[in-house]
């Protein structure tokens, strides 16, 4: 019977994964307090540079193995240090936030697919019988 499992490399990537997906969800409270105070019509106050500071650990995370991802967190970055008004920040931030967490997502499932080792078992085993 044959076992798959994930190799080493893969392993450490996934663990890359699942800790960027655990900030991009801390991130993602931020955008929506801020959205909460924008749409109450109050300041956002620090709220954009909370956000920054918890980014850019993630964009220096993510540089190595995930590039385009750490290039997407750098977009996210630029953004909310533009002009404009704070609806079109909120609205910017939750496209970015939503964009990181597709690719991270897809990420995921290619180190999934490409570093998925199959184990055929004991050498002189019988294959498994497949159903018709």
């Known amino acids: 019977m044959a076992v798959s499992k ?15 997906q655990a900030t991009v969800q801390s991130i993602h409270g931020h955008v929506e307090r801020m959205a909460m105070e ?34 997407q967190v750098s977009a996210m970055i630029l953004t909310l240090g533009r002009g404009g008004s704070d609806q079109l920040r909120v609205r ?10 597709q690719a991270l997502d897809i990420a995921a499932f290619k180190v999934e697919e490409q570093h998925t080792i199959t184990d055929e078992g004991p050498a ?9």
Do not use: H, W, Y
């Open 124 to 132: 002189g085993a019988a294959p498994a019988a497949k159903p018709a």
């Open 38 to 71: 924008v749409k109450n019509q109050r300041g956002t106050g620090v709220i954009p540079q909370q956000i920054k500071r918890i980014a850019s650990p993630l964009q220096g995370q993510l540089k190595g193995q995930f590039g385009i991802i750490a290039d």
């Open 92 to 101: 910017a931030m939750r496209e970015c936030v939503a964009q990181i967490r």
């Open 6 to 20: 994930i190799d080493g490399a893969g392993l450490q990537k996934l663990k890359t994964i699942e800790e960027a």
